[in-house]
């Protein structure tokens, strides 16, 4: 009786020790979030200790009211801890603008200093690639460049490289009635469009992607002497571009 006694303790013995260990189990890693991998960048908080030049400009002018913002856009979208900023369709519009002065000088020279008959074949040559660089130039502006005032990048580092990509466009919503008063409502509005997209693994991985639209009135930022309100303003702009890193739609 006691042999078998022995043996029934073995073999539950035995059953313990080919039970696994859940520490010996093989752990499945959870992926990244997305959201977890979201920088935090200040776009929606304002420093107003930063240093500021007055912008004034005339509140009759909407081209010049739409002018300041753009600008300001550029300028708090550009610091150094947000994004850099890509100036491809300036370049474009530069080189093309110098070609076509450049073109227009050789054929102006080429045809100072050759007698009229002789270099009239030339001559209409240059002229016809000058008016030719011109028309890209502008087609250019019009249908690539749009409305686009801003286009920028950033890097950042998190676990893996993660790449952003930022475009603002910018129109002006013509107001109502027209008035040489501004205020916030009889003013022409400034609209705002913001696509953003982040990526990682060399744009192959998409992360996030977001859209958002709005508009205020020029009389929100500026006063009645034309003088820009550029805190209020950078807090509008920041909360728009952190609503589309968000992923929001509009």
Same mark, same amino acid.
């Given at each position: 009786?006691?042999?078998?006694k022995?043996?029934?303790?073995?073999?539950?013995?035995?059953?313990?020790?080919?039970?696994?260990?859940?520490?010996?189990?093989?752990?499945?890693?959870?992926?990244?979030?997305?959201?977890?991998?979201?920088?935090?960048?200040?776009?929606?908080v304002?420093?107003s200790?930063?240093?500021?030049?007055?912008?004034?400009?005339?509140?009759?002018?909407?081209?010049?009211?739409?002018?300041?913002?753009?600008?300001a856009?550029?300028?708090?979208?550009?610091?150094?801890?947000?994004?850099?900023?890509?100036?491809r369709?300036?370049?474009?519009?530069?080189?093309?603008?110098?070609?076509?002065?450049f073109?227009?000088?050789?054929?102006?020279?080429?045809?100072?200093?050759?007698?009229?008959?002789t270099s009239?074949?030339?001559v209409?040559?240059?002229?016809?690639?000058?008016?030719?660089l011109?028309?890209?130039?502008?087609?250019?502006?019009?249908?690539?460049?749009?409305? =686009?005032i801003?286009?920028? +990048?950033?890097? %950042?580092?998190?676990?893996?490289?993660? @790449?952003e990509?930022? #475009?603002i466009n910018? *129109? =002006?919503?013509?107001?109502? +009635?027209?008035? %040489?008063?501004?205020?916030?409502?009889? @003013?022409?509005?400034? #609209?705002?469009?913001v *696509?953003?997209?982040?990526?990682t693994?060399?744009?192959?991985?998409?992360?996030?992607k977001?859209?958002?639209?709005?508009?205020?009135?020029?009389?929100?930022f500026?006063?009645?002497?034309?003088?820009?309100?550029?805190?209020?303003?950078?807090?509008?702009?920041?909360?728009?571009?952190?609503?589309?890193?968000?992923?929001?739609?509009?």
């Open positions: 009786m006691a042999r078998s022995k043996v029934s303790n073995l073999e539950v013995d035995s059953s313990v020790k080919r039970t696994p260990s859940p520490s010996g189990r093989s752990r499945t890693r959870s992926p990244i979030s997305p959201e977890s991998e979201r920088p935090v960048g200040p776009l929606s304002v420093d200790s930063i240093d500021r030049d007055i912008v004034k400009v005339n509140n009759a002018s909407s081209t010049e009211l739409k002018n300041a913002c753009d600008d856009v550029k300028r708090f979208l550009s610091r150094p801890e947000l994004f850099k900023q890509n100036h369709h300036t370049d474009v519009r530069l080189a093309l603008g110098w070609l076509s002065v073109v227009a000088a050789g054929t102006a020279l080429y045809g100072y200093k050759i007698d009229f008959e009239k074949p030339m209409s040559v240059g002229l016809a690639i000058y008016i030719a011109s028309v890209a130039q502008t087609l250019y502006a019009y249908f690539v460049e749009g409305n =686009t801003f286009i920028g +990048k950033r890097k %950042t580092l998190s676990k893996r490289i993660i @790449s990509h930022v #475009q910018s *129109s =002006t919503i013509p107001a109502s +009635k027209v008035t %040489t008063s501004l205020s916030p409502s009889n @003013s022409p509005s400034y #609209q705002l469009a *696509s953003y997209m982040r990526s693994n060399a744009g192959k991985s998409l992360l996030a977001g859209r958002t639209k709005a508009s205020q009135p020029f009389g929100a500026f006063d009645d002497e034309g003088i820009m309100h550029q805190e209020a303003f950078e807090q509008w702009v920041g909360q728009l571009v952190e609503e589309a890193m968000d992923g929001k739609l509009a």
